[in-house]
């Protein structure tokens, strides 16, 4: 069956302007979650939505960053004025936690070069 | 702060080896999860192990778990090549967001 797929699988774009990642879920998978790493580090979680309930948004870096989830299914990660430092890979993983163990599923993930 | 924490930061080996990663977190946990990345991209889930077991095998891999320790090891037997890539721990409480360690980098020398 179908895995987590992300677009665009490279981003490049100029300081200051807007990005959009996107992220289809495995179908069915209630959890959500946002990831970033940077070269050669480990995963910085950004944003976690879980059914209808309100998203964690505690890892977001600052009120450039934030994301959506509609209709429960795709969700899609937006950085305003993007930075230098925001270059990374940015990671989605879906989940589901019915059975009260939370195997993540994750994406091929968006590398984002900010110029 | 992360969870979980691997040790050594990397490990580089002779192929056919065997690789132990070590894994410490620090809150009660309901499972602890291993996961792969190579090449920077996507994570792929290995192995995971619940609170109540303390040692699970999955083909060439070992991991053990110590709660009263709040620790995990990761043992890939007769290491080869293409198991050069990234491992990272994962924790899950139950109700919360899984959180990752920051990863042992494994390099496997042919």
């Known amino acids: 069956g179908a895995g987590v797929s992300q677009s665009p699988s490279n981003k490049v774009t100029e300081k200051g302007k807007d990005v959009e990642l996107r992220c289809d879920p495995i179908?069915?998978?209630?959890?959500l979650y946002w990831y970033r790493q940077s070269l050669g580090q480990g995963l910085e979680f950004l944003i976690y939505?879980?059914?209808?309930?309100?998203?964690?948004k505690s890892g977001l870096p600052s009120d450039r960053f934030s994301a959506e989830r509609t209709g429960g299914s795709v969700s899609t990660l937006t950085i305003q004025r993007t930075q230098q430092e925001d270059s990374a890979v940015y990671l989605c993983?879906?989940?589901?936690?019915?059975?009260?163990?939370?195997?993540?599923?994750f994406g091929p993930g968006t590398r984002l070069t900010v110029l | 702060s992360q969870q979980g924490e691997e040790d050594p930061q990397a490990l580089s080996i002779q192929e056919g080896e065997n690789a132990t990663m070590n894994c410490s977190y620090k809150?009660?946990?309901?499972?602890l999860q291993w996961y792969r990345q190579n090449s920077g991209r996507g994570l792929v889930h290995l192995i995971l192990?619940?609170?109540?077991?303390r040692e699970k095998h999955s083909g060439r891999l070992r991991v053990t778990l110590d709660t009263s320790k709040k620790s995990s090891s990761l043992l890939i037997t007769a290491s080869r090549a293409a198991d050069t890539a990234s491992y990272f721990c994962?924790?899950?409480?139950?109700?919360?967001?899984?959180?990752f360690g920051a990863g042992t980098r494994l390099f496997v020398k042919a």
């Open positions: 809150t009660s946990i309901n499972n």
């Open positions: 994962a924790t899950y409480t139950g109700g919360f967001k899984t959180i």
């Open positions: 939505f879980q059914g209808n309930s309100a998203p964690d």
């Open positions: 993983a879906s989940s589901s936690i019915s059975t009260g163990i939370d195997t993540q599923y």
């Open positions: 179908s069915g998978h209630t959890a």
């Open positions: 192990i619940r609170s109540n077991e």
